[in-house]
């Protein structure tokens, strides 16, 4: 089992940045991948960013290249989405999910485990 913690959400003026932190414990799969997805009211939840576990590799939704950066610090088991440039759009729920069968993916079904989520809210 793995536990996904997330915190760093909160209110933001556009143009400003966050950093989301997912705080993750219990069995970590060494080749597990680790994404960040969000969901808006009245939308479906959309993929945001993953990263690999052990290599650190990573892809974005076209939609936050470039504005967000997704990391690893493997020591304390916990990732990171660095968000810049925040636009109203960017508004939503933010989760962090964890899968042991794949080191990246982009669909939310891959994803075993997944945090509580934390609001991101951008004003205009």
């Given amino acids: 089992q793995v536990q996904l913690v997330e915190s760093g ?12 932190s997912c705080a993750a414990s219990g069995r970590i799969f060494s080749n597990c991948g680790v994404g960040w997805f969000r969901q808006a009211p ?19 939704a076209d939609s936050v290249k470039g504005r967000f950066t997704i990391s690893r610090d493997n020591a304390k088991n916990t990732v990171y989405l660095q968000m810049n440039s925040l636009k109203p759009e960017d508004t939503a729920i933010y989760y962090c ?5 794949m080191s990246m993916a982009v669909t939310p079904s891959v994803y075993n ?12």
């Fill in 42 to 60: 009245g939308k479906e939840r959309e993929f945001v960013a993953t990263i690999s576990w052990r290599a650190g590799n990573t892809d974005y």
């Fill in 97 to 101: 999910a964890a899968t042991p069968y």
């Fill in 9 to 20: 959400g909160g209110l933001v003026q556009a143009g400003g940045s966050l950093r989301l």
């Fill in 113 to 124: 485990y997944w945090g509580q989520g934390t609001q991101v809210t951008v004003s205009s």
